[in-house]
């Protein structure tokens, strides 16, 4: 007996030029859980992420929340046709996202990088907005830096600062993409620690990582992506110390 | 003959030059104005995904850096009124046919100033402000426009004060602006170096104000806080930070 899922792929496939990056992937992730999606480089880990918030379409297949289908209408022979971007953005408020090199906006302060989705998508009143951030900013740990700039912040507080912009929001689950990937070595540990206190609270999380270590912890699953399809999925003891195919113990053995 | 400091002076504080420097500073910033609305157009439609607007405003730009501007003054001033009676009435005047003219040729210089600041700004901002629910004027004017326009200050800069210096080509049309009020008084009195230097003082005065005036919008896009006294990362000016 499986309960619904929170967020589901059915069937997913994305074609760059004559390369086929996802070949008809089913994903899904439960309310509350943590997913570790692991995967060498180009094996379609980061574009399901990119299909999954919204922010490019699919060219086959479907991504449902909470079991309906999103990212797309019926169109009036009754066929699902791709949302105009601006209703799509209004979905993607559901889908929180983060990204490998942070992109907070330049122009902002930490405090406006969190506010503006909350008073320009929202239309949350400014001083609300200002009160929710605070508070957001204060649960990653950096409430002391709320009238920097992203210049003025190291990479591992402006990851910090760029998972309080998505959570703000109140989305219903967290994509993760590479969060740690483009930190030094010594401020990979306080970006985890956040997300691990997140995990623990209750956020359904998909990560896409080459933490292990983070995996086996904090993930309930972990999946390998080779060559757009996902070769094994596992509860982590599993994954890590008596994976079922040779694959996996080859991806395991190169990054140990 | 010697250089009367009289004449220079009484020059330089009478009210024809006044006037006539009034006269190119408003026209310069009239037309600057509405060449950067316009520009912004064109350079929207220069990196739309559309072909027919690529091709619209690459044909703007094409056409309106190709001819002179002398050429299109004349054209509107003197051709104008012969092709539409409307423009024979007396409100059509040597400032706003000039006004028309500089607006329109300079907005294609700012359309390739204004495209190349909107393609210089990160696709990730692009990526993140779509990620965070904005729609896309949103993300536009609110994330990739505000920092485009850090990138476009300095030329633009560059573009106002020749401008100004432009409104010159105003006088074949009759517009007595800051050079052609010189000129005048030269016809009148052939004292050419007083004339001319007290034409000369209110340029640099002008100059001056202008690049004051950009120093001081640069710093407000300078994105650091207050009080903040090193600059961690790389990507950062190195300028010290006072404020």
Redesign the interface.
Known sequence: MTSIALLETIGLRKTYGSNEILKGVDFSIEAGQVKAVLGPSGSGKSTILRLMSLLEPADAGSILLHGKEIGVESGRDGRSIPLPERKLARERTNIGMVFQKFNLFAHLDVLHNVTLGLTEVHGVAKGEAVHRAERMLERVGMSQRMRHYPSELSGGQQQRVAIARALVLDPAVMLFDEPTSALDPELVNEVLSVMEDLAQQGMTMIVVTHETRFARRVADEVALFDSGVIVEQAPPEQFFTAPEHERTREFLSHIH | MTFDFEIFLSALTSSEFFRGAWLSVALAAASMLFATLIGFGVALLRISDNRLARTVGGAYVWFFRAIPTLLVLLIIWNAGPQLFPALRENWFSPFLAAFIGFAVVEAAYMAEILRSALLSV?D??R??????????H?VML??VL??AV?VALPPTGNEFIAMLKYTSLASVISLRELLTTAQVGVSNTFRYAEYYSAALVYYLVIVTALMGVQTLIERR?R???SG?T????A??TKETVTV
């Open positions: 990160d990730g901002q990526l993140a402000a779509r990620a965070i629910g904005l729609p896309p949103k609110k994330v505000p920092q850090k896009y994105w650091v806080s903040v090193t600059a961690p990362t990507g950062t």
